[in-house]
């Protein structure tokens, strides 16, 4: 006969049976849950969150010494290209300028007597030759009549000594006249040498003038600015920084055992801290870094060291953005980002195969400034030249 004891073990054992089945269930679908998932999805895509935003720092510097007299934005502020941000006392320029009006004026005036003294030395060379011919003739005369005695052999010799001072006046007119065509050969009083180089003078000064006002190369927003009424600055001092926020990229640093599947072209997925996982920006990756950061830091590790201890390396990869969805949600320089590579396309290579064949970035705004001293200098040499 069965005692209730081992009736209730043989109950529980009975209920336990379908409980373990049901876990051992459960697990084997999530594995199988999880081997489709890493199958089709996970191999494929490889994510970082050491992701930060970088972009093009634009540092405003002045192409000409001066003292700032006037400041035309601050930190934050949209500012457009071509637009005056700071603005130098133009009075050492202005001086500068006037001088090289006045240098331009006097040798012009010192030229057009060069083109002067042509027609005066040609003449002279004209009066040197009949000098020459009548000293010539005379002596001929006296010659013919040295056997009659009606002339001294005295005179026959200052006939010979007046020939021979005919001759070296001759040809010195000829040197001087050969001189001052060196010097306006090929050439018109506008096209002369001296008057282009003073010309340019001239350009360089007002060119100088155009500087002191420095404009914004490109359009962004100001940060980080220096500049204050007053000072003086050098060439090439830092005033402020102008950033182009429509050209920011991401730069997410991955592990080296990361980079084996990435292709340049493959697509990434971003998401920014400042806006949560709410907002996603599609790009794609444009390029790899050249080496790690350690390798370019200031004081890069000496692994040959007898005390080496192996750290993971993490190399920089660029990433570009959608442009439309940057300015949906504008980024600033410098803000985490979470970036997750889809690596399934392969074919991409690792290194650029073609040389870039157009500028990365470029700026017109100074032709304005150079065509303007270009176009008063002309003003000043057509002045100066009296046409």
Request: charged content about 20%; hydrophobic content about 40%; proline content about 4%.
């Amino acid at each position: 006969m069965t005692t209730p004891v081992q009736t209730t073990t043989l109950n529980e054992n009975g209920n336990r049976r379908p409980l373990m089945l049901a876990l051992v269930g459960a697990f084997g679908l999530a594995a199988i849950g999880y081997g489709f998932y890493w199958s089709t999805y996970a191999r494929y895509h490889i994510d970082t969150d050491n992701a930060y935003v970088a972009g093009n720092i634009v540092q405003i510097t002045p192409q000409t010494a001066g003292t700032i007299v006037s400041i035309g934005a601050d930190d934050t502020d949209l500012v457009q290209a071509g637009q005056p941000l700071v603005k130098l006392d133009r009075a050492d320029a202005e001086l500068a300028v006037d001088t090289a009006d006045a240098q331009l004026g006097q040798t012009v005036r010192e030229v057009k007597t060069l083109f002067a003294n042509d027609g005066a030395l040609k003449a002279a060379v004209t009066l040197r030759e009949a000098d020459l011919a009548r000293a010539k003739e005379d002596l001929v005369r006296r010659q013919s009549l040295a056997g009659t005695g009606a002339v001294a052999g005295e005179e026959i010799e200052h006939a010979r000594d007046t020939v021979k001072t005919s001759e070296a006046a001759l040809q010195a007119a000829k040197d001087q006249l050969a001189a001052n065509q060196a010097l306006i050969d090929k050439t018109t009083p506008k096209q002369h040498p001296n008057v282009r180089r003073a010309a340019l003078k001239v350009r360089e000064a007002q060119l100088a003038l155009e500087r002191t006002t420095v404009l914004a190369p490109v359009t962004g927003f100001v940060a980080h600015r220096v500049a204050q009424p007053g000072q003086r600055v050098a060439v090439g001092s830092p005033l402020m920084a102008v950033v182009p926020l429509d050209q920011v990229w991401v730069d997410a640093n991955f592990k080296e055992s990361q980079l084996a599947d990435m292709r340049i072209g493959q697509p990434v997925e971003v998401h920014a801290d400042v806006y949560g996982k709410d907002v996603t920006y599609h790009g794609k990756i444009v390029g790899f870094a050249a080496g790690t950061g350690t390798a370019f830091s200031l004081l890069p590790a000496q692994n040959a060291t007898g005390n080496w201890i192996k750290v993971v390396q993490r190399l920089p990869v660029r990433v570009s953005l959608d442009a439309k969805e940057l300015a949906e949600h504008p980024l600033r320089i410098g803000l985490s980002m979470r970036a997750d590579v889809d690596t399934r396309d392969r074919s991409g290579p690792t290194l650029p195969n073609a040389v870039r064949s157009k500028p990365v970035a470029e700026t017109k705004v100074y032709d304005g400034q150079a065509t303007s001293a270009t176009k008063q200098a002309d003003g000043a040499l057509d002045a100066a030249a009296g046409q």
